[in-house]
């Protein structure tokens, strides 16, 4: 079982709010990633990090931006949620292997926005 | 363009009953092949990975085969539980990226009847 959290499990927030997702591991790993999931789709990257003070886009444009102050924690913020921001939000973390990067997936943060 | 394509969308099958999931990529060059399991509301947990010059894999009851000339993959599921009610999703990771790009198949959606 990886230690990967995320909290709010659930939120449901009215649009124009400014809201933050947490996302913290205890497994040292310095690569972290936001994906975010529609039902049936599949997961696409919205932003990814190597390491402390080292934040990129991903393939997905998004208007949420993320930090990563220190190496456990990658919290991901959306200035002024709107309804098309209704979705499942997944964070993971990542540690080398022999054969390649292991992604390890928190239980994500089903958002919807009213 | 890097793809991942599954089927069937979704299966039902009765409990104790086997099942085979079938996964096409055109992911180039290619890394490692990846199957997870999400349960609803949670993170995808992985199940299996392979390599190039792997052609099958097992964990448990799930059984993953790769056939990187034909680029397709399988997993087969044996005396099917309750339990094994989930979406499966096909993941392949390609070797040029020191991320560790991951392409995400949108999964076939199992539902397991007693």
């Known amino acids: 079982e990886a230690d990967i959290y995320q909290t709010p499990r659930y939120l449901v927030i009215g649009t124009g709010k400014k809201i933050t997702l947490e996302c913290s591991q205890t497994?040292?790993?310095?690569?972290m990633y936001w994906y975010q999931q529609d039902p049936g789709m599949e997961l696409h990257l919205i932003h990814y990090?190597?390491?402390?003070?080292?934040?990129e886009k991903g393939d997905l444009s998004s208007e949420s931006t993320v930090s990563r102050i220190r190496t456990e924690h990658f919290p991901l913020t959306l200035e002024s949620a709107r309804p098309s921001h209704t979705s499942q939000y997944l964070c993971?973390?990542?540690?080398?292997?022999?054969?390649?990067?292991?992604?390890?997936f928190g239980p994500g943060t089903r958002l919807t926005v009213t | 363009k890097n793809q991942v394509e599954q089927s069937p969308q979704s299966l039902i099958i009765l409990e104790g009953k086997n099942c085979t999931l079938q996964c096409n990529y055109t992911v180039s060059p290619f890394s490692n092949l990846r199957w997870y399991k999400q349960d609803t509301g949670r993170g995808p947990v992985s199940l299996t990975i392979?390599?190039?010059?792997?052609n099958t894999k097992s964990n448990g009851r799930y059984t993953a085969t790769l056939d990187a000339d034909t680029k397709q993959s399988s997993m087969h599921i044996t005396a099917s539980q309750l339990s094994d009610s989930a979406s499966y999703i096909c993941?392949?990771?390609?070797?040029?990226?020191?991320?560790?790009?991951?392409?995400f198949g949108r999964g076939t959606q199992l539902t397991v009847w007693p």
């Open positions: 993941v392949v990771s390609d070797r040029g990226s020191t991320l560790g790009r991951l392409y």
């Open positions: 392979m390599t190039f010059s792997e």
């Open positions: 993971a973390s990542s540690e080398r292997t022999a054969l390649s990067y292991e992604q390890y």
């Open positions: 497994m040292g790993h310095d690569k």
């Open positions: 990090s190597y390491g402390v003070n080292s934040t």
